[in-house]
C-alpha cells in the first residue's frame, strides 16, 4: 500500500535529485515532487544535528559524564538559539517564495536586499542580549554549580557568533525557497565532517576543553555560509540583488519581518518551553541529564523526517498559493500527511527495540541510570509520533499560507502546558512527568491547528 509507494517514490526522488538542483513545485505528481524536495532537506537535518551530536559525543567520552552534562543542561539554549536562526530564515523564505511561484523576480530581489538588512540586525541584537543574559539564565535554571562553568563555556561561543548561524539559515533559506535544496545539503555535508574533525582535534590534541566544541561547530557553520553564499553568487544570480534594490518598502520589510519573525519566535518559543523543562531536569541531577540530552539527540534524528517533509510542505504551499493553485495545496497536504504517519509508526517500533543500544552509543556510557531512563523516554513519547507528524504538516501548510499569528497560538499552547506541568505535574510524578509533557501537549495543539487550518482552507476557495 502506502509503504510501497513512498518507498519506491523515494527511489525515484533520489535518482532525480542527482541530476537536477531545482524542483518544480508547481507542476507534475505531488508526492514525487514533495519528497525529491524534501529528501535533500532530511539529509541535510541530519547532517545539521550531527553538529550538537557529535559534541555530545566527542565531549562524552573524552572529557568525562560531568563535561556531558554541562552540553546537556545548555541543549535547550543551543536549540533556543539556532531554532530561532532557522525560523528566521525558513520564514523570510517563504515570502520569497511567493514571489518566485508569482514570478515577480523585482520583488523578489528587493526581498533578498531586505532579508540581508533583517538578518544583520538580529544578529547584533541576540549577540547583545546573550552577552548579558547567558549566566544568569543558567543560573536561574538550577545548573549544579559543578558544572555551571562549563556550560556557560560552551554556549556564549554559540551565542556569540549567531550571526553565522544565521548567515547560513538566510542563504539556504533563499535556495529552498526556490525549490533548490540539493545544493545546500552538499556545503553542509563538508563543514558537519569538518566539525566532527575539528571537535577531536580541539578536545583532544590542544585539550581546549568543553567550550572547543561550541567553536568548532560555528567554524564548521561558517564554511557552510560562506560556500552557499559563493554558489548563488555564481549560479543563481537571480536572487542576487542590486543596489537600486536596497528600497525602504514598509510593506515589504514588515511582510518579511512578520513572517520571519513568527517562525523564528514560533521556534524560540517551543525553545522557552524546552528550557523551562530543563528548570526541572537540572533538579534530578548530573545522570538523568545526560540521560534526558541522549533521549533527545535520538528523539532528533527519529523525527528528522518528519520535519522535512514539513519543510517541504512549507515552500509547496507557498509557491501553489503565489500561483492560486488552491486544489494542489490541499492534496499536498493530504499526502504529506499520510507519509509522516507512516513513518512514525516504523520510527516506533525502531526505537523500541533498539533505544537502549542508542543511548548507550550517543552517551558513551554504560551507565544504568542514563542507558534505562533514556530508553524509558524514547520508548514511551514515541508512541505519540503520529500526532507530532500531523502537527508538523498542518503547522507549516499555515505558514505556507502566510499565517503568522495561527502557527504562534499553537507554541503558546505548548509553553504554557510546559509551565503547568514543571509546577504541577513533574513535582509529583519525577522524571515520568518529564517523559509525558510534550507528549500530551502534542494533541491539543495538533487539533488547534488542523481547525484554524480547515478554516483558512475554507476562505480559498470561497474567495
Given at each position: 500500500?502506502?509503504?510501497?509507494?513512498?518507498?519506491?517514490?523515494?527511489?525515484?526522488?533520489?535518482?532525480?535529485?542527482m541530476k537536477n538542483s531545482s524542483v518544480d513545485l508547481?507542476?507534475?505528481?505531488?508526492?514525487?515532487?514533495?519528497?525529491?524536495?524534501?529528501?535533500?532537506?532530511?539529509?541535510?537535518?541530519?547532517?545539521?544535528?550531527?553538529?550538537?551530536?557529535?559534541?555530545?559525543?566527542?565531549?562524552?567520552?573524552?572529557?568525562?559524564?560531568?563535561?556531558?552534562?554541562?552540553?546537556?543542561?545548555?541543549?535547550?539554549?543551543?536549540?533556543?538559539?539556532?531554532?530561532?536562526?532557522?525560523?528566521?530564515?525558513?520564514?523570510?523564505?517563504?515570502?520569497?517564495?511567493?514571489?518566485?511561484?508569482?514570478?515577480?523576480?523585482?520583488?523578489?530581489?528587493?526581498?533578498?536586499?531586505?532579508?540581508?538588512?533583517?538578518?544583520?540586525?538580529?544578529?547584533?541584537?541576540?549577540?547583545?542580549?546573550?552577552?548579558?543574559?547567558?549566566?544568569?539564565?543558567?543560573?536561574?535554571?538550577?545548573?549544579?554549580?559543578?558544572?555551571?562553568?562549563?556550560?556557560?563555556?560552551?554556549?556564549?561561543?554559540?551565542?556569540?557568533?549567531?550571526?553565522?548561524?544565521?548567515?547560513?539559515?538566510?542563504?539556504?533559506?533563499?535556495?529552498?525557497?526556490?525549490?533548490?535544496?540539493?545544493?545546500?545539503?552538499?556545503?553542509?555535508?563538508?563543514?558537519?565532517?569538518?566539525?566532527?574533525?575539528?571537535?577531536?582535534?580541539?578536545?583532544?590534541?590542544?585539550?581546549?576543553?568543553?567550550?572547543?566544541?561550541?567553536?568548532?561547530?560555528?567554524?564548521?557553520?561558517?564554511?557552510?555560509?560562506?560556500?552557499?553564499?559563493?554558489?548563488?553568487?555564481?549560479?543563481?544570480?537571480?536572487?542576487?540583488?542590486?543596489?537600486?534594490?536596497?528600497?525602504?518598502?514598509?510593506?515589504?520589510?514588515?511582510?518579511?519581518?512578520?513572517?520571519?519573525?513568527?517562525?523564528?519566535?514560533?521556534?524560540?518559543?517551543?525553545?522557552?518551553?524546552?528550557?523551562?523543562?530543563?528548570?526541572?531536569?537540572?533538579?534530578?541531577?548530573?545522570?538523568?541529564?545526560?540521560?534526558?540530552?541522549?533521549?533527545?539527540?535520538?528523539?532528533?534524528?527519529?523525527?528528522?523526517?518528519?520535519?522535512?517533509?514539513?519543510?517541504?510542505?512549507?515552500?509547496?504551499?507557498?509557491?501553489?498559493?503565489?500561483?492560486?493553485?488552491?486544489?494542489?495545496?490541499?492534496?499536498?497536504?493530504?499526502?504529506?500527511?499520510?507519509?509522516?504517519?507512516?513513518?512514525?509508526?516504523?520510527?516506533?517500533?525502531?526505537?523500541?527495540?533498539?533505544?537502549?543500544?542508542?543511548?548507550?552509543?550517543?552517551?558513551?556510557?554504560?551507565?544504568?541510570?542514563?542507558i534505562d531512563n533514556a530508553s524509558r523516554?524514547?520508548?514511551?513519547?514515541?508512541?505519540?509520533?503520529?500526532?507530532?507528524?500531523?502537527?508538523?504538516?498542518?503547522?507549516?501548510?499555515?505558514?505556507?499560507?502566510?499565517?503568522?499569528?495561527?502557527?504562534?497560538?499553537?507554541?503558546?499552547?505548548?509553553?504554557?502546558?510546559?509551565?503547568?506541568?514543571?509546577?504541577?505535574?513533574?513535582?509529583?510524578?519525577?522524571?515520568?512527568?518529564?517523559?509525558?509533557?510534550?507528549?500530551?501537549?502534542?494533541?491539543?495543539?495538533?487539533?488547534?491547528?488542523?481547525?484554524?487550518?480547515?478554516?483558512?482552507?475554507?476562505?480559498?476557495?470561497?474567495?
Amino acid at each position: 500500500g502506502w509503504l510501497f509507494v513512498i518507498v519506491s517514490q523515494l527511489q525515484s526522488c533520489y535518482n532525480s535529485s542527482m541530476k537536477n538542483s531545482s524542483v518544480d513545485l508547481l507542476r507534475g505528481p505531488i508526492l514525487r515532487s514533495l519528497l525529491i524536495f524534501a529528501l535533500p532537506i532530511l539529509i541535510s537535518n541530519i547532517f545539521q544535528q550531527l553538529y550538537n551530536t557529535a559534541d555530545v559525543m566527542i565531549v562524552g567520552r573524552f572529557l568525562g559524564p560531568d563535561a556531558l552534562a554541562a552540553v546537556g543542561a545548555s541543549s535547550a539554549i543551543f536549540d533556543l538559539v539556532i531554532g530561532f536562526a532557522l525560523g528566521v530564515g525558513n520564514g523570510m523564505g517563504v515570502v520569497i517564495a511567493r514571489y518566485y511561484g508569482a514570478q515577480d523576480y523585482r520583488k523578489l530581489r528587493q526581498s533578498v536586499a531586505a532579508t540581508v538588512v533583517i538578518g544583520l540586525g538580529l544578529s547584533a541584537l541576540v549577540m547583545i542580549l546573550g552577552h548579558f543574559g547567558l549566566y544568569p539564565l543558567l543560573t536561574f535554571l538550577g545548573t549544579p554549580t559543578s558544572i555551571i562553568g562549563q556550560s556557560y563555556q560552551y554556549i556564549s561561543m554559540i551565542v556569540s557568533c549567531v550571526g553565522v548561524s544565521l548567515g547560513y539559515n538566510l542563504c539556504a533559506g533563499l535556495l529552498r525557497a526556490v525549490g533548490d535544496s540539493l545544493t545546500a545539503l552538499y556545503f553542509l555535508i563538508f563543514s558537519a565532517l569538518v566539525n566532527i574533525v575539528l571537535d577531536l582535534f580541539f578536545i583532544t590534541q590542544l585539550h581546549l576543553g568543553v567550550q572547543s566544541a561550541g567553536l568548532a561547530t560555528i567554524i564548521s557553520q561558517g564554511l557552510s555560509a560562506i560556500l552557499c553564499l559563493y554558489y548563488i553568487k555564481k549560479k543563481v544570480t537571480f536572487l542576487l540583488p542590486s543596489k537600486s534594490d536596497f528600497v525602504l518598502d514598509s510593506s515589504l520589510y514588515l511582510d518579511l519581518f512578520g513572517q520571519g519573525m513568527a517562525m523564528g519566535l514560533m521556534n524560540s518559543i517551543v525553545s522557552i518551553g524546552t528550557v523551562t523543562l530543563q528548570y526541572a531536569i537540572n533538579g534530578f541531577g548530573p545522570l538523568i541529564i545526560s540521560a534526558q540530552v541522549a533521549a533527545r539527540r535520538i528523539m532528533s534524528f527519529a523525527v528528522l523526517p518528519l520535519t522535512s517533509l514539513a519543510a517541504g510542505v512549507t515552500t509547496f504551499t507557498s509557491q501553489n498559493f503565489g500561483a492560486k493553485q488552491f486544489k494542489r495545496i490541499v492534496a499536498g497536504l493530504k499526502q504529506s500527511s499520510l507519509v509522516s504517519i507512516t513513518w512514525s509508526v516504523i520510527a516506533c517500533a525502531l526505537l523500541y527495540i533498539a533505544s537502549p543500544f542508542l543511548a548507550g552509543f550517543i552517551s558513551g556510557s554504560d551507565n544504568a541510570v542514563i542507558i534505562d531512563n533514556a530508553s524509558r523516554y524514547l520508548r514511551i513519547s514515541s508512541l505519540f509520533y503520529p500526532i507530532l507528524g500531523m502537527l508538523f504538516s498542518f503547522r507549516n501548510c499555515l505558514q505556507g499560507l502566510g499565517k503568522k499569528l495561527t502557527p504562534l497560538t499553537s507554541s503558546f499552547i505548548e509553553l504554557f502546558g510546559k509551565i503547568l506541568f514543571v509546577l504541577l505535574v513533574i513535582p509529583s510524578m519525577g522524571y515520568l512527568g518529564v517523559i509525558l509533557c510534550e507528549p500530551l501537549i502534542w494533541i491539543p495543539m495538533t487539533i488547534q491547528l488542523y481547525f484554524a487550518l480547515r478554516k483558512h482552507i475554507r476562505r480559498l476557495f470561497i474567495s
